[in-house]
């Protein structure tokens, strides 16, 4: 059993930023890519960003990138979302999940390649 626990969301103004943190337990967390998602009150689930089991590599879709970025400290089991230039269509809650793959070499992008999912944690842009 994988346990996700997201934390570090909340209010901040356009413009702001915030950094998400997600901490892992019950699986070797080193082993698996990792992947942060956003769902927004009556719209899907929507990928944000990923990073691979080592670390080096990331992936951010067209509609965050250079303002969204994932990172990780394997030795902390954790991993991070780092947001900036924050806008109100960024309002959301925030889950961080774990692939299913060991060691997959590509970032999936899909909900349904990732089985372990967090709570969530929300964020709030407000203009």
């Known amino acids: 059993q994988v346990r996700l626990v997201e934390s570090g969301g909340g209010l901040v103004q356009v413009g702001g930023s915030l950094r998400l943190s997600c901490a892992a337990s019950g699986r070797t967390f080193n082993d698996y890519n990792m992947g942060w998602f956003r769902q927004a009150r009556g719209k899907e689930r929507e990928f944000v960003a990923g990073i691979n089991w080592s670390g080096t590599i990331t992936y951010s879709p067209d509609s965050v990138k250079g303002r969204f970025a994932a990172s990780r400290d394997n030795a902390k089991n954790t991993v991070y979302l780092q947001m900036n230039s924050l806008k109100p269509e960024d309002t959301a809650k925030y889950y961080c999940?774990?692939?299913?793959?060991?060691?997959?070499?590509?970032?999936?992008?899909?909900?349904?390649?990732?089985?372990?999912w967090g709570q969530g944690t929300q964020v709030t842009v407000s203009s």
């Open positions: 999940a774990a692939d299913r793959g060991f060691r997959n070499p590509f970032i999936k992008t899909q909900a349904r390649d990732y089985n372990y």
